[in-house]
């Protein structure tokens, strides 16, 4: 598809579809954000079993006058870049089809309607609506951290995974089936109910060497707790002492946002801007 000009429909379309610049670009965005919001109320309220018996039909109705207009808002944001597919696959464009999905498939399968409050997530826009590009440069830097701390998180929930095997075999031979533990899958959900200090409660140690091992453990979650957030946090500071200027700008071919604030090109795609 071809780049669109600055005299075309197709620029003066994304100008308003994917920028925030001008006050029409702004009004599109706010009210789509008022859309968003309505539309999840919508669903939420049909959940309710009074009001649905009530004003069920209303809500259905409602439910497809938002579809419809998502529908239009997701083939105009196809339409107006150089390279729709790079929409079409993005994290965004991904959100947009999947907020208009379950409405379709609810026609075959019953229930999945409830699946749109997945429009919740199309409310990140608000930072690009109120160009607040200072929370665009931290979340950028909050990912950059996490992508650090992957190898190490990868290493430290494989030795987690060790763990509670082990443990949840021990107390299997240990307590047996009269305690609960009828298998070792079983032991090992309670290794992982304990470790993570969550507690249940629904099964439990009998025996006095059990008990010292659901001591040991219990001990071990809140030491394993800390691991995870000090390598995201060594990770977060380096991160930050590598600060990114981004804006807000959408590229025009490919729509995706969080170029550096002198750029000229897309670094994603390498279109002008």
């Given at each position: 598809m071809a780049e669109p000009t600055k005299n075309s429909w197709r620029f003066k379309m994304h100008e308003i579809i994917y920028e925030a610049d001008t006050p029409s670009g702004k009004l599109f965005d706010v009210v789509l954000l008022w859309a968003i919001a309505a539309s999840v109320i919508v669903v939420m309220l049909e959940s309710i079993k009074s009001v649905e018996v009530n004003y069920g039909e209303i809500l259905?109705?409602?439910?497809?006058?938002?579809?419809?207009?998502?529908?239009?808002?997701?083939?105009?944001?196809?339409?107006?870049?150089?390279?729709?597919?790079r929409y079409v696959f993005s994290f965004m464009g991904i959100v947009d089809l999947l907020s208009i999905?379950?409405?379709y498939i609810s026609l075959f399968i019953a229930g999945t309607q409830s699946l749109l409050v997945i429009r919740t997530i199309r409310l990140l826009r608000i930072f690009r609506i109120f160009k607040i590009a200072r929370y665009l440069s931290e979340a950028q830097t909050l990912a950059r951290a996490l992508k650090a701390s992957r190898p190490k998180i990868t290493v430290f929930l494989g030795s987690v995974v060790s763990l509670v095997i082990i443990a949840g075999t021990f107390m299997?031979?240990?307590?047996?089936?009269?305690?609960?533990?009828?298998?070792?899958?079983?032991?090992v959900y309670w290794a992982i109910v304990t470790l993570t200090t969550v507690g249940y409660g629904d099964i439990a140690p009998q025996t006095p060497l059990g008990q010292m091992l659901a001591s040991i453990i219990m001990i071990m979650g809140y030491a394993i707790i800390a691991v995870p957030t000090g390598i995201v946090s060594v990770e977060l500071s380096n991160a930050q002492n590598k600060p990114e200027l981004v804006t807000t700008q959408a590229c025009p071919e490919c729509s995706k946002e969080g170029h550096d604030e002198n750029a000229v090109f897309c670094k994603f795609c390498g279109a002008k801007l």
């Open positions: 259905r109705q409602l439910e497809w006058t938002f579809t419809i207009l998502f529908t239009i808002e997701y083939i105009m944001r196809i339409i107006c870049v150089g390279k729709p597919f999905a379950p409405t299997y031979l240990i307590e047996g089936e009269d305690s609960g533990f009828t298998s070792i899958p079983k032991s």
